[in-house]
Structure formats: C-alpha cells, structure tokens
T-cell receptor, first 113, second 115 residues
Framework: NAGVTQTPKFRVLKTGQSMTLLCAQDMNHEYMYWYRQDPGMGLRLIHY???????AKGEVPDGYNVSRLKKQNFLLGLESAAPSQTSVYFCASSYPTSGYEQYFGPGTRLTVT | DQQVKQNSPSLSVQEGRISILNCDYTNSMFDYFLWYKKYPAEGPTFLISISSIKDKNEDGRFTVFLNKSAKHLSLHIVPSQPGDSAVYFC??????????????FGEGTQLTVNP
C-alpha cells in the first residue's frame, strides 16, 4: 500500500496564479483532511471531508476550495494565490471510528512570490 | 485562540536519558489526545494516544500521561535515542463531536537527542 500520496511535492507560483493539489489514499478511508503547516503554528485544518461528495470548512478555509468526487481523492484548490499561502500542505485520511488516528501524506511545499 | 499549546519550541537531551515533552490544552471538551512525530521533509506519523478515561498509556519506550484537572499531558521517552530526534506534535480531539474527527494541533517541539 502506498498510503497517502500528494502531488506535486514542490511548487512555486506567482501571485494571482491558480493551482490544484492532489491527495490520494489507498486505505479506503472515509475521512480526508487538508492542513497547512507554518513555522511556530503547528498544523491548522483548512478543509475536510467525511465522505465522497461532502466537504466542510476547517479552521483556516479562506482562499481555498476543495472537492471530493471520488472516495480515494481529495483535491485542494487555490484560485488566486497570495504570498500568505506560502506554506507546507499536508493531506491526511482516517477511518471514522479508528480513535481519531490520522495518516498523513509527505507534504507539498508551496511558495507564492 | 490557541487551544493546544506546546510551550517549549525545543528540547535537547543526552542519549539514554529521559525526554519529557509537555502539552497544555484549554478546551474542556477535548477527551482524546495524540502525539505525532515528524521528521524533516516527511508527514507526521502517529506515535501514541490516550483517552480521557485513562491517566497513562504506555507503548515500549513511550509513555503518555494525562492530568485532566490541570489540562496537561506529557510524553516521556525512555531511554532517548538519536533516532528520536524529530518534531513532536501534541493533538487533541473531542470524541463527542459529531462530524469529522477533527484534530487540533499544538505548535510542536523539536527534540534533539545527542549521542
């Protein structure tokens, strides 16, 4: 099993450009999450999904959109990138009744200039 | 407001000694707590967890202690090994929450174990 994979690993964007980050998991997990990690701030939840076709806002959703068209994939979109979105983005997934252990992908390092 | 806080950004210990990482929380609804370990350029990996019905959980060299009255938990690593050098994140969740199994993370503590 590959677990949780993220594409791309690195990306540099100019302000105003758009992009989509892809997360895929092969563990048949119902729940999926997008986090951002910034220095000194831990991981903050952007959006999450409790099943195919459903999404919900997390702690810092502004400037991001998500879609969960297939159970195994969770996409994070930036429609108009801003320097404040420079961060490392992590995707995670979990079973709904596993005691809240989440499995994380390796991360995407995004720089917006 | 920061509901989960790790007040020590870094900790340095000698190999073979005990490492103690601390975490405080403010939300009384939190009733499940986890520790994650993160190496550079990798995603966090689950280490150990504890439910609020317990005050201690042990897994090999790792023990987590929970003091509900003080809203404090700690992770003990004994003995510490150089391979334990990583960033450790404390996380909390409310089992009673009906949607999403969301976790709230602390800022992280960089542990360095010196040979």
């Amino acid at each position: 099993n590959a677990g949780v994979t993220q594409t791309p690993k690195f990306r540099v964007l100019k302000t105003g450009q758009s992009m989509t980050l892809l997360c895929a998991q092969d563990m048949n997990h119902e729940y999926m999450y997008w986090y951002r990690q910034d220095p000194g701030m831990g991981l903050r939840l952007i959006h999450y999904s409790v099943g195919e076709g459903t999404t919900a806002k997390g702690e810092v959703p502004d400037g991001y959109n998500v879609s969960r068209l297939k159970k195994q994939n969770f996409l994070l979109g930036l429609e108009s990138a801003a320097p404040s979105q420079t961060s490392v983005y992590f995707c995670a997934s979990s079973y709904p009744t596993s005691g809240y252990e989440q499995y994380f992908g390796p991360g995407t390092r995004l720089t917006v200039t | 407001d920061q509901q989960v806080k790790q007040n020590s950004p870094s900790l340095s210990v000698q190999e073979g000694r005990i490492s103690i990482l601390n975490c405080d929380y403010t939300n009384s609804m939190f009733d499940y707590f986890l520790w994650y370990k993160k190496y550079p350029a990798e995603g966090p990996t689950f280490l150990i967890s504890i439910s609020s019905i317990k005050d201690k959980n042990e897994d090999g060299r790792f023990t987590v202690f929970l003091n509900k009255s003080a809203k404090h938990l700690s992770l003990h690593i004994v003995p510490s090994q150089p391979g334990d050098s990583a960033v450790y994140f404390c996380a909390a969740s409310a089992l009673r929450e009906t949607s999403g199994s969301r976790l709230t993370f602390g800022e992280g503590t960089q542990l360095t174990v010196n040979p």
